[in-house]
């Protein structure tokens, strides 16, 4: 009879769980926990519509592949910016109403309540994320302060982690080289930029190790595999806070850029995505996320008041991409750049990967 | 006697024995292709409709040809070579205009930067500029982006018209399309797939010799142990065999990586230098070093099933006749271990040469190879040309595989 009952309650879970009402997709790691934590779980605890999380490497491929093959079964995924743009375009993502949106907590209407470009025809920003650079404070306790640093192995010996794939490494080779971030995009645009950006890869080509999940920067860095690596900045974030590893971020040449939410075309429960969006990117949505990860929230409405981790203690403000300290010398990402140039840069960076 | 053999025999309800005989063994071959249809069907379903449509996407893209009507009914009236004149352009913005209303501009542009990159924005730019352009359109487009009048641009159109193309294998094969309409080969910054290919059949021909090279004396150590102590040892190869590929490789970047395992206890016992350590992880060695033991078992089993019928009478009676312990092995035990060399050279290699999830978590840069590609081209949604990828590689183990078959036979196969 015990038996009969555990399988019976075994069985009506999954069966709760398969008929749960929204689906979201992200990136794993810290990154969805906090996006389970501050979206999904308040969200249901307050419509009682129920949630899932699934996890991708990269959430903007799998969508679209369900799209096209006309089977789809996530109603929520978090893409990059560039991505949300580009599957707006290629009519893969259902469009969004700004004015569904509600307005900040202080009454400020959604349109100006939002930092610019944050909510597009397709997406809703949910924060803003950087790649930085980060460091174990063991092996420099005279650390690296700039992106030239970074391509220094005379002055800091040891590995370096970088992202496998085009963007925001060339980017970052480039203002190491010495361009300003305003001209960064002007520079790539031209085969001598392209150039030049390889040119500086070069110099550390042997001695980079490449991840490809966001989880593998501070995993290597932690395994003392690599010296420094790149890496998004909540993930440094989560593995010095909230597990106390040495390590510490370089905000010196990082690459921001907005996390969009989007709903895939045919999503099965297309409203309740659209609602779900509209909690989620709320004053209070966004602040809750803010509050597990070090991502900046995208309404000004939302970092009115101060930002405390989950920890009780850390202020989160000085540790956000949008900090005006760790902006000094930021490159906002080109969304546009890289909608055009994506396959082009990647198929040149794959071959010079593969050429040894 | 004479009248009884030419009479046909018939069965005792008086039917002719030849009619009953095949009424019976039809029904029999009826039941035995019942029985078979759900394995049939599955294979179908499963493995070879997936297969075609592959082939299908890799020569096929209508993403151009389907948004671009017009263009493509110019493209049909006028053959190549000729002039790109104003009603070109005017056919042009027309579909742009279209595209613009039902959100496609995205997929034409994508569709055209595979063969020509960094053109997919000046379809959008175009598509939004669309209904407002005024005659003539050529100068209107060409004030727009300089790229609209490349005759360059035009050949790609003329090839992206059909959605039956054959793009995805010429840029498979590091090809670029000329002005004129010829071929020439891809800059040198980006070749890539040639080198791969080369390089994935290169590494997977060393990593099953290093499997044979391995796997030879394990296996006949199996073969000749008495069975208690040759099933336990068999157990030594069939654990890692069991146990989940994804966990034997992250094993593997736990013992082999700089901080690892072995690079420990080789600065402990000061064989290697702190500063030194041997890089065995994220690069071709680490490749090499994870596939060889991942694929050792499919080396080891083959080898062992074969060897262990081997009686050892022949080899007693070659020494006993002369011969040296050398030239038995090579003349008499050898070649009656070569039909499980063979099936297990064959596993070994068709697998290796399609691996994947191994090369991509420790192959570091110059260890991946062309599967790591074409899950990249995946990832990015351009299957035609990871489905172009894909059956070139299909294509060249069908040749190796016809190859073997002429050169050592695949009736001479023995799987265990």
Redesign the interface.
């Known amino acids: 009879m015990k038996k009969l009952l555990i399988l019976t309650t075994a069985l009506s879970t999954f069966a709760f769980a398969a008929q749960a009402d929204v689906t979201v997709m992200s990136w794993g790691g810290a990154y969805g926990a906090a996006q389970t934590e501050g979206h999904l779980k308040p969200f249901t605890a307050e419509t009682g519509i129920g949630t899932v999380m699934v996890d991708s ?2 959430p903007a ?1 799998p969508i ?2 369900m799209v096209e093959a006309g089977n789809v079964t996530v109603d929520v995924a978090s893409v990059e910016y560039a991505d949300a743009i ?1 599957l707006c ?3 893969v993502l259902e469009t969004i109403d700004m004015a569904a949106l509600p307005p900040g907590d202080d009454g400020t209407p959604a349109a100006e309540d939002f930092i610019a470009g944050a909510v597009t025809d397709c997406g809703v920003s949910t924060d803003v994320w950087a790649t930085v650079f980060a460091y174990d404070t063991t092996k420099f306790p005279e650390g690296p302060k700039t992106a030239a640093d970074f391509f220094d192995l005379a002055k800091f010996p040891g ?1 370096r982690g970088l992202h496998k794939g085009a963007k925001a490494v060339l980017e970052f080779a480039l203002m190491a080289d010495g361009v300003a971030p305003a001209d960064v995009y002007t520079v790539l645009g031209t085969p001598e930029g392209v150039d030049r950006a ?1 040119a500086k890869l070069d110099t550390i ?1 042997k001695d ?3 991840w ?1 999940a966001g989880s593998q920067a501070p995993q290597l860095l932690a ?3 690599v010296a420094m690596t790149s890496a998004y900045n909540g993930r440094i974030f989560n593995a010095a806070i909230a597990e106390g590893k040495p390590f510490q971020i370089v905000w010196d040449a990082q690459i921001y850029e907005n996390e969009m939410y989007v709903v895939p075309k045919g999503a099965p429960n297309k409203d309740q995505a659209m609602q779900f969006i509209a909690y989620a990117t709320s004053t209070k949505g966004l602040r809750q996320q803010a509050q597990h990860i070090s991502y900046g929230p995208s309404r000004h409405s939302s970092l009115k008041e101060p930002l405390i981790f989950q920890d009780g203690k850390t202020e989160m403000g000085p540790h956000m991409p949008t900090a005006p300290a760790n902006m000094a010398n930021a490159l906002g990402s080109d969304f ?1 750049f890289w ?6 840069l ?3 960076f ?7 | 006697m004479a009248d009884v053999s030419q009479a046909p025999l018939q069965t005792a309800d008086g039917r002719p024995l030849k009619a009953a005989l095949a009424k019976a063994q039809a029904r029999a071959k009826r039941r035995a292709f019942l029985l078979v249809l759900p394995l049939l069907a599955f294979v179908l379903l499963t493995f070879v409709l997936p297969i075609l449509q592959m082939l299908q996407r890799s020569f096929y893209h209508d993403g151009f040809s389907a948004n671009a009507p017009a263009t493509v009914a110019w493209l049909e009236e006028h053959p190549q070579g000729s002039e790109i004149d104003e009603t070109a352009y005017a056919a042009l913005v027309s579909d742009l205009a279209a595209m613009q209303k039902a959100k496609t501009a995205g997929a034409a542009g994508t569709r055209i930067n595979y063969t020509y990159p960094g053109t997919i924005s000046i379809f959008k730019e175009a598509a939004r500029e669309a209904a407002k352009l005024q005659p003539p359109y050529k100068a209107a487009l060409v004030a727009l982006d300089k790229k609209w009048e490349d005759p360059l641009l035009w050949v790609t159109f003329r090839h992206a018209a059909s959605p039956w193309t054959t793009d995805f294998y010429m840029v498979s094969m590091d090809l670029r399309r000329s002005t004129d309409d010829g071929l020439q080969r891809a800059e040198p910054e980006m070749r890539i797939h040639l080198q791969l290919f080369v390089k994935t059949f290169g590494l997977s021909a060393l990593i099953t010799g290093l499997c044979l090279l391995l796997a030879f004396p394990i296996a006949h150590l199996l073969a000749i142990l008495p069975m208690r102590k040759s099933n336990l040892l068999m157990i030594l190869v069939l654990l890692p065999f069991w146990t989940s590929l994804l966990v034997r490789t992250s094993s593997w970047i736990a013992l082999g990586q700089e901080s690892g395992i072995v690079n420990d206890i080789l600065v402990g016992i000061g064989i290697v230098a702190d500063d030194n350590r041997i890089q065995m992880m994220y690069n071709k060695y680490g490749t090499i070093l994870v596939m060889t033991h991942v694929l050792l078992p499919f080396m080891v089993l083959p080898l062992y099933s074969v060897m262990r019928v081997i009686p050892p009478s022949y080899a007693r009676a070659a020494r006993s006749l002369g011969a040296t312990s050398w030239t038995t092995f090579r003349r008499i035990y050898l070649p009656q271990t070569l039909p499980g060399i063979a099936a297990g050279s064959l596993l070994v290699f068709i697998l290796a040469v399609g691996y994947y999830i191994t090369p991509a978590l420790v192959g570091g840069a110059d260890g991946t190879l062309i599967s790591n590609l074409i899950s990249f081209h995946m990832a990015k949604a351009n299957w035609s040309q990871a489905a172009a990828l894909a059956a070139m590689l299909l294509v060249l183990v069908l040749i190796l595989y016809w190859l073997y078959d002429r050169l050592i036979g695949i009736d001479r196969l023995k799987l265990g």
């Open positions: 490497d990269n491929t679209k592949a580009r375009d290629e009519g590995k390889f080509k980079v190790v490449w490809e395994d003392g595999e546009q909608v055009d140039h994506d396959a082009e990647n198929d040149r794959n071959a010079w990967l593969a050429a040894n």
